[in-house]
């Protein structure tokens, strides 16, 4: 499918708004992953450190629709572990920082709960 603009700006706004950066450039997905709006890429086999696409947060096999609605962005590697699985999967990439302010890159592989990720984060969850 070929997306436009409007659409990727539309799934890009979902994603959780990093205090203290450009909403327009920087935010993190649903795991806690730093995505990068430049960085957007339609499949999920192109990691970088930043990159993200869009997922289908029900399955269509499950009986979700391919509608704004049911999209949302996620890092590349977070979309690539999800798959079809829904409501719980497994999240593998995270960003936390150190307490010298540092930029961590975590590995979780830990469940996401589809009904317990934030919408918003504050000011001391994280500094890149």
Known sequence: MDW????IQAIWEKAIPIPGHSKNEVRMDACGAIIIFKEFTKDKVSFSQYSW???????IEKGGEFELINLR???TQ?????GDNYPIWKGIKTHMTSDDGEIMILNINQDVNMNETPDVWSEDD???
């Open 126 to 128: 994280v500094y890149f």
């Open 4 to 7: 436009t603009n409007e659409q």
């Open 53 to 59: 696409t869009f997922d289908i947060i029900k399955p």
């Open 73 to 75: 962005p996620l890092h």
């Open 78 to 82: 977070n979309a690539a572990s999800k």
